[in-house]
């Protein structure tokens, strides 16, 4: 079976790609989220489950970044330029996982206080469940996309009457 390079980049070197790749960055992802739903709902914003969800949430994004100024310039420019992307679904997939550092990168900078100094702590929440939830959305886009075998892409032009 042919696979999307962001399969297999997963399925390579098994477990240590999956587990630097997809695990961490998903588990810190999910962690922000309940932690952030449990300070949301008991109005708790300065507790020790604020402060570890802030470590969480600066320790995942500068993470993240590592992980793009890695594949950005190994893996994503090498494939365009070289034209070895195995369809659109491809990009879609390899795409979507890099785009995670514009939701987690920001995610890092607003709890370090680089950025959104003047909102309110209320603004401040609404902002960090937004980057949370943007990063989740992009990464679960980038798994389905991921899972599609691309020859079944490739040969969709193929089928009459679709």
């Not at 992802?29 to 604020?50: C, D, P, Q, Y």
């Not at 209320?122 to 899972?147: D, N, P, T």
Request: with cysteine; net charge neutral; proline share 4%.
């Amino acid at each position: 079976m042919n696979m999307t390079h962001y399969m297999s980049l997963l399925a390579d070197n098994q477990p240590w790609n999956l587990i630097i790749f997809m695990a961490i960055p998903v588990i810190f992802a999910e962690t922000i989220t309940v932690t952030e739903f449990i300070i949301l709902f008991s109005k708790n914003t300065h507790g020790s489950l604020r402060a570890f969800n802030r470590a969480c949430s600066i320790i995942a994004g500068l993470y993240f970044t590592g992980i793009f100024l890695y594949l950005f310039p190994t893996a994503f420019m090498p494939l365009t330029v070289n034209g070895g992307w195995h369809t659109w679904v491809d990009v879609v997939a390899v795409g979507f996982y890099l785009s995670g550092v514009i939701f987690l990168l920001p995610l890092a900078l607003l709890d370090l206080g680089i950025i959104g100094r003047k909102r309110t702590e209320e603004e401040k929440m609404k902002l960090h469940f937004m980057l949370v939830s943007g990063f989740l959305v992009v990464a679960h886009i980038a798994m389905i996309f991921g899972m599609v075998n691309p020859e079944i892409i490739s040969g969709m032009s193929n089928m009459p009457g679709m």
